[in-house]
Nanobody, 124 residues
Framework: QVQLVESGGGLVQAGDSLRLSCAAS????????KGWFRQAPGKEREFVAA????????YYADSVKGRFTISRDNGKNTVHLQMNNLKPEDTAVYYCAASSRVLVSTKPGPYDYWGQGTQVTVSS
């Protein structure tokens, strides 16, 4: 089965840190750009961060820039999202995604592979 699986979510207090991981089941994913999106209750799915296949370029939403860092290890077929200085507004289900069609994207449409999501809850 070809899939992406997120892990690392949890319940933390404002100012704490979490490290999310996304594991890919096939080595072909190592050549795909990866993105992180999040969705809070009652809101649309929102772009968080993205990285090109070789890690040469990264992209961040303004709301997380300077606090979150996306990285990837193609040898282990994983992508990570280091989340520092978490805020209550970061509370959401976080999804890992990969695209076989584009170099990189800040929109969900071009991503054709998605994980099941991992819950991040930040209390004040």
């Amino acid at each position: 089965q070809v899939q992406l699986v997120e892990s690392g979510g949890g319940l933390v207090q404002a100012g704490d840190s979490l490290r999310l991981s996304c594991a890919a089941s096939a080595r072909t994913f190592s050549t795909y750009p990866k993105g992180w999106f999040r969705q809070a209750p009652g809101k649309e799915r929102e772009f968080v961060a993205a990285i090109t296949w070789n890690g040469g370029n990264t992209y961040y939403a303004d709301s997380v820039k300077g606090r979150f860092t996306i990285s990837r290890d193609n040898g282990k077929n994983t992508v990570h999202l280091q989340m520092n200085n978490l805020k209550p507004e970061d509370t959401a289900v976080y999804y890992c995604a990969a695209s076989s069609r584009v170099l990189v994207s800040t929109k969900p449409g071009p991503y054709d592979y998605w994980g099941q999501g991992t819950q991040v809850t930040v209390s004040s």
